[in-house]
């Protein structure tokens, strides 16, 4: 039998990823006879150096019932699908290849990744302390900070906060340590839970999210800080609690060494009430309590910056809840919709989102979270002009409408006003009217 060479082409599509994977590859390949050859490739994270592998199984080696052998294949990705590294030095891939006869072969390809440095680079910061009834002295209040940043920046590679003076861990409550062990097997005790991580990309469509634990620290006699994200990135992260000497007292540092080199557009870490997190201080009084923050690049920029906390809680005062909305690929065929809505001084019971007179809610994909954690299809009713969301005591509800879900006229133009709004009612059963009115963009 006489070998005949041929150059087959093909097409590479982004296929809907299955639960736990970041991403998919549909490949169609179409020989000039015969029919179509379609392949799929689920891309993987590494936990070790948190890069990703595709694979690429049962390629085949007949066509027809001709014998087929497959001497080189090449797969051309458009810029969209990637991002390059913000971190200098050399970037290696490398190829892992198994025949049919069981025999392996591996090859690899390098490039120099350079001028890291002039990434933009300028994370935002903020953070909130306390709740009604956990502002005063010798009280355990809620605490939440969030690092923020825009597209294109450069990623995080070090986090440092350094909580404000009086603000520190309970020492009995650092006992409640999980393992290890426990941890990396997602079977820590409750008691070892001390709060909720999220963190969201440009890269992935839902956000990661998980439980915050103390896990045990060979190193040192403070725990670990353990962030449990779970999604399409699943990833285990460990932060160390750190004791600093400064002028100005005995202040505890969170530090997050060695993130993964990931675009992340918000992270954000809140400790629960009655926990872990514990003031000596009253948080109404003065004077005001700041953060210090020290942020490191992957391009090894460093970025210092001091910020005021927000106190929750103080006196009489009730603070209302707010919301925002974000209208993306409102000109195309799948306008995304987010909403965000925080809650005021207490939690949220209930929240419906109205839709304008442009726009209607439609089959199609709706993720609602709240505190971080996915809420099940029942706690949704849909109907053309609202969304009605049943929650309990939530403090933070983050609503994705995507894929269909939302549908805008035609007469809608980048750049148009479009009036979203928000009915909330507060566990307390007051009810408010928000004003959310999302700008179309492309």
Same mark, same amino acid.
């Given at each position: 039998?006489?070998?005949?060479p041929?150059s087959?082409?093909?097409?590479?599509?982004?296929?809907?990823?299955?639960?736990?994977?970041p991403?998919?590859?549909?490949?169609?390949?179409? /020989?000039?006879?015969?029919?179509?050859?379609?392949?799929?490739?689920?891309?993987?994270l590494?936990?070790?150096?948190?890069?990703?592998?595709?694979?690429l199984?049962d390629? /085949?080696?007949t066509a027809d019932g001709?014998?087929?052998r497959?001497?080189?294949?090449s797969?051309? &990705?458009?810029g969209a699908?990637?991002?390059?590294?913000t971190?200098?030095?050399?970037?290696?891939?490398?190829?892992?290849?198994?025949?049919?006869a069981?025999?392996?072969?591996?090859?690899?390809?390098?490039?120099?990744?350079?001028n890291?440095?002039?990434?933009?680079?300028?994370?935002?910061?903020?953070?909130?302390?306390?709740? /009604?009834?956990?502002?005063?002295?010798?009280?355990?209040p809620p605490?939440?900070t969030?690092i923020?940043?825009?597209?294109?920046?450069?990623?995080?590679?070090?986090?440092q906060?350094?909580?404000p003076?009086n603000?520190?861990?309970?020492?009995?409550?650092?006992?409640?340590m999980c393992?290890?062990a426990?941890f990396?097997?997602?079977?820590?005790p409750?008691v070892?839970?001390?709060?909720?991580?999220?963190?969201?990309?440009?890269?992935?469509?839902?956000?990661?999210?998980?439980p915050?634990?103390?896990?045990?620290?060979?190193d040192s006699?403070?725990?670990? &800080?353990g962030l449990d994200?779970?999604?399409?990135l699943?990833?285990?992260?460990?932060?160390?609690?750190e004791?600093?000497?400064? #002028?100005?007292?005995?202040r505890?540092a969170?530090?997050?060494?060695g993130?993964?080199d990931i675009p992340?557009?918000?992270?954000?870490?809140?400790?629960?009430q009655?926990?872990?997190?514990?003031?000596?201080r009253?948080?109404?009084?003065?004077?005001?309590?700041?953060?210090d923050?020290?942020?490191?690049?992957?391009?090894?920029?460093?970025?210092?910056d001091?910020?005021?906390?927000?106190?929750?809680?103080?006196?009489?005062?009730?603070?209302?809840?707010?919301?925002s909305?974000?209208?993306?690929?409102?000109?195309?065929?799948?306008?995304?919709?987010?909403?965000?809505?925080?809650?005021?001084?207490?939690?949220?019971?209930?929240v419906?989102?109205?839709?304008?007179?442009?726009?209607?809610?439609a089959?199609?994909?709706i993720?609602?979270r709240?505190?971080g954690?996915?809420? #099940?299809?029942?706690?949704?009713?849909?109907?053309?002009?609202?969304?009605?969301?049943?929650?309990?005591e939530?403090?933070?509800?983050?609503v994705?409408a995507?894929?269909?879900?939302?549908?805008?006229?035609?007469?809608?133009?980048?750049?148009?006003?479009? #009036?979203?709004?928000?009915?909330v009612t507060?566990?307390?059963g007051?009810?408010?009217?928000?004003?959310?009115?999302?700008t179309?963009?492309?």
């Amino acid at each position: 039998m006489i070998a005949v060479p041929l150059s087959i082409p093909g097409e590479v599509f982004n296929v809907q990823p299955r639960p736990g994977e970041p991403a998919r590859l549909g490949i169609v390949l179409t /020989p000039p006879v015969g029919a179509k050859v379609i392949l799929q490739s689920p891309a993987q994270l590494r936990p070790i150096d948190f890069g990703l592998d595709t694979v690429l199984e049962d390629i /085949p080696n007949t066509a027809d019932g001709l014998p087929l052998r497959i001497t080189g294949i090449s797969l051309t &990705l458009d810029g969209a699908f990637m991002r390059n590294p913000t971190s200098c030095g050399t970037k290696t891939t490398t190829a892992d290849a198994t025949s049919y006869a069981g025999t392996a072969a591996t090859a690899s390809n390098s490039f120099e990744s350079v001028n890291c440095a002039a990434v933009p680079f300028s994370p935002g910061f903020e953070g909130s302390i306390g709740s /009604p009834g956990h502002t005063n002295a010798f009280t355990f209040p809620p605490q939440t900070t969030v690092i923020s940043q825009d597209d294109g920046e450069a990623g995080l590679r070090r986090a440092q906060v350094l909580l404000p003076n009086n603000i520190a861990g309970d020492t009995d409550y650092l006992g409640n340590m999980c393992t290890v062990a426990d941890f990396q097997a997602h079977a820590c005790p409750d008691v070892s839970i001390v709060g909720q991580a999220t963190a969201e990309s440009p890269l992935q469509e839902d956000a990661l999210a998980g439980p915050v634990v103390l896990v045990e620290n060979e190193d040192s006699d403070l725990p670990k &800080l353990g962030l449990d994200l779970e999604g399409a990135l699943a990833l285990q992260l460990y932060g160390d609690l750190e004791l600093q000497l400064l #002028p100005g007292g005995l202040r505890v540092a969170v530090v997050f060494e060695g993130l993964p080199d990931i675009p992340i557009s918000r992270f954000e870490l809140a400790l629960v009430q009655d926990r872990l997190n514990y003031t000596g201080r009253d948080l109404c009084d003065p004077p005001p309590l700041v953060y210090d923050t020290n942020f490191t690049s992957h391009g090894d920029v460093v970025l210092n910056d001091t910020t005021e906390a927000s106190v929750v809680g103080c006196g009489d005062e009730y603070e209302e809840p707010t919301g925002s909305a974000k209208l993306r690929g409102a000109t195309g065929k799948n306008p995304r919709l987010r909403i965000n809505v925080r809650a005021g001084s207490i939690g949220i019971d209930e929240v419906v989102v109205n839709a304008p007179r442009k726009a209607k809610f439609a089959k199609g994909k709706i993720v609602v979270r709240a505190d971080g954690q996915k809420l #099940p299809a029942s706690a949704i009713e849909r109907l053309k002009k609202s969304l009605t969301i049943a929650l309990d005591e939530a403090d933070e509800i983050r609503v994705k409408a995507s894929q269909g879900a939302l549908k805008l006229k035609k007469s809608v133009d980048s750049g148009d006003e479009l #009036p979203f709004s928000l009915d909330v009612t507060d566990s307390g059963g007051d009810a408010f009217v928000i004003d959310t009115p999302a700008t179309a963009r492309r």
